[in-house]
């Protein structure tokens, strides 16, 4: 019995060996873990205090703490004034846009002709021609810098999603069309028009700006002929560097049937020539489509207007639907030209920075 209990009294001796050393490495890890913390908390401080403006030497008394929540203070209020002019000038609020990378069925598999719907050269004119858009040269849109597709992002400001209650809608940027697709496409759109009108309903406000184009798009009523007679008809707010941007396309009906410029006007606003010809033109084509396969397309364009003091619309808000319900569109189209900031109140156009 003795040597049993000599060898189980070694094998308790070594087992507390064992955990003296356990506990030592534990120690020695917990001790490491706060030095390394201690030195990225030392230099984390300072990198602060030097963005702050700070030394560490400034900060000798617990009361020298105030100098940094002062200057925190100041940036704070820097950056609200700055969220503030953002907003007054019609810039992006704070909300979230998804990106969604939807392919066009109506653009060609080869990448270079997705590219040439998309993006711009730089334009060498001041700015660009007041043309029509069937004079649009398409290779003047290629390679858009990422500043020009993030003035058609910040298009859709705060203030358009309150004023037409799209705050609360499902936005999301489509970066192959350059459009934002509202709700999923789903839209509300009812079907109040008759099915047989060749005209469509246009409302303006007091200013004479069209604010809504409605229409039945029904098959039978299709221009049989393609309308390529000159514009002459000036929008509300036209301007040096806008094309006459058709509310309801000609391509959809017969425009032939306004007989006055004033009936005309209603039907047109200024618009870029990359937001008439290529944007909301892939948009018409899908809708075109559609009408050729389900016959019936309740059609509705809305532009979107920042501001009562804006002559011209930032965006268009293009909701589209099938009788038979299998077809929806609900997208709004950016009124921006790549390479160009534009002043909406007085219709100027000048060359981005």
């Not at 030592?24 to 963005?51: F, P, S």
């Not at 509300?188 to 007091?206: E, Y």
Request: proline letters at 5%.
């Amino acid at each position: 019995m003795g040597i049993k209990d000599d060898s189980f009294n070694q094998l308790l001796e070594e087992e507390k060996k064992l955990q003296a050393q356990i506990d030592a490495l534990q120690k020695q890890l917990i001790e490491n873990e706060r030095q390394k913390q201690a030195a990225i908390d030392a230099l984390l401080r300072k990198e602060v205090l030097n963005l702050l403006g700070f030394k560490p030497t400034d900060l000798k008394q617990p009361a020298d703490v105030t100098k940094v929540t002062d200057k925190l203070s100041q940036l704070l209020a820097t950056k609200k004034k700055a969220e503030s002019n953002r907003r007054q000038e019609g810039q992006a609020g704070n909300y979230v846009i998804r990106e969604n990378k939807t392919k066009n069925r109506f653009q060609q598999a080869n990448s270079n002709q997705v590219l040439r719907l998309n993006a711009p050269k730089k334009v060498e004119n001041p700015t660009p021609n007041a043309r029509t858009v069937t004079n649009l040269d398409e290779a003047l849109y290629e390679n858009i810098p990422t500043d020009d597709i993030n003035r058609a992002r910040n298009s859709l400001t705060e203030g358009i999603q309150k004023s037409y209650k799209l705050a609360t809608a499902s936005l999301e940027f489509d970066t192959e069309r350059n459009v934002f697709v509202v709700n999923d496409n789903k839209t509300r759109l009812g079907f109040t028009q008759p099915r047989t009108q060749k005209i469509p309903t246009l409302r303006v406000d007091g200013r004479g700006r069209p604010t809504k184009a409605s229409m039945w798009i029904v098959k039978a009523n299709l221009p049989r002929l393609s309308n390529k007679e000159a514009i002459k008809t000036d929008p509300v707010g036209f301007a040096e560097g806008f094309t006459r941007g058709h509310l309801i396309a000609r391509s959809l009906f017969d425009d032939r049937v306004f007989k006055t410029k004033n009936t005309k006007r209603t039907n047109l606003t200024p618009q870029t020539q990359w937001s008439n010809g290529v944007l909301q033109a892939e948009i018409e084509k899908e809708v075109l489509e559609a009408v050729k396969s389900h016959d019936n397309v309740r059609y509705q364009v809305e532009p979107l207007y920042h501001s009562s003091g804006e002559v011209i619309p930032r965006c268009y808000h293009i909701q589209a639907r099938s009788r038979d319900g299998k077809f929806k569109l609900n997208v709004i189209v950016p009124n921006v030209e790549p390479g160009f900031k534009i002043n909406y109140a007085t219709g100027t156009m000048t060359p981005a920075d």
